[in-house]
């Protein structure tokens, strides 16, 4: 999927809330596969939602109806997934390099805008609150390595593994995957 699908999927409007799971694992592993400055940017764009594309012939009904079921639910849930980033995965905010205090400010900004600006000023204060105790906190190699709260699953070796007659039929099919 692309990087924009995977952030729709992580903050939907269609779904009853934040899958917590799909958050741990996408916040945690999300260095391979973007920047943590172009995933705080993708996540501010989806924070602000479009209008519908044919709002100029809605009723005010209709559009307060988007408001509550769209963008409401989704700002709300990037503002959720924003937290679990700072309070979980806080080193990617607390190394004092260039790249890092970037992507604070960019957060900071983002916290005194839009997010204060539209009126979400609890969820404003909870991510500052989170910022400032993350701040506060060591980071070291082994915070970082947490994903998963169980250990994978034994793989399932061919008997034949070391055979130059070794094919894909001799594996099983969820070792492949």
């Not at 790249?99 to 969820?123: M, N, V, W």
């Not at 970082?144 to 099919?173: G, M, R, Y």
Request: charged share 25%; proline share 6%; net charge positive.
């Amino acid at each position: 999927a692309t990087l924009n699908k995977l952030i729709q999927h992580l903050v939907s409007a269609e779904k009853a809330g934040v899958d917590l799971n799909f958050m741990k694992m996408f916040l945690h592993t999300h260095h391979s596969f973007t920047s943590s400055d172009m995933l705080l940017k993708k996540l501010i764009q989806r924070y602000n939602v479009p209008l519908p594309p044919n709002s100029s012939s809605l009723s005010k009904e209709e559009l307060q109806k988007h408001h509550s079921q769209v963008t409401e639910p989704i700002q709300s849930r990037v503002c959720v997934v924003l937290k679990f980033w700072v309070e979980k995965c806080g080193w990617d905010f607390s190394s004092a390099t260039p790249d890092t205090e970037k992507l604070l400010a960019s957060l900071l900004a983002f916290i005194d805008g839009p997010l204060s600006r539209d009126g979400h000023t609890t969820q404003a204060k909870n991510l500052r609150n989170a910022i400032a105790k993350s701040s506060k906190k060591k980071y070291n190699a082994e915070d970082q390595d947490f994903v998963f709260s169980t250990n994978p699953p034994e793989p399932k070796v061919p008997k034949n593994i070391f055979s130059p007659s070794l094919t894909l039929k001799d594996l099983d099919e969820l070792e492949i995957a």
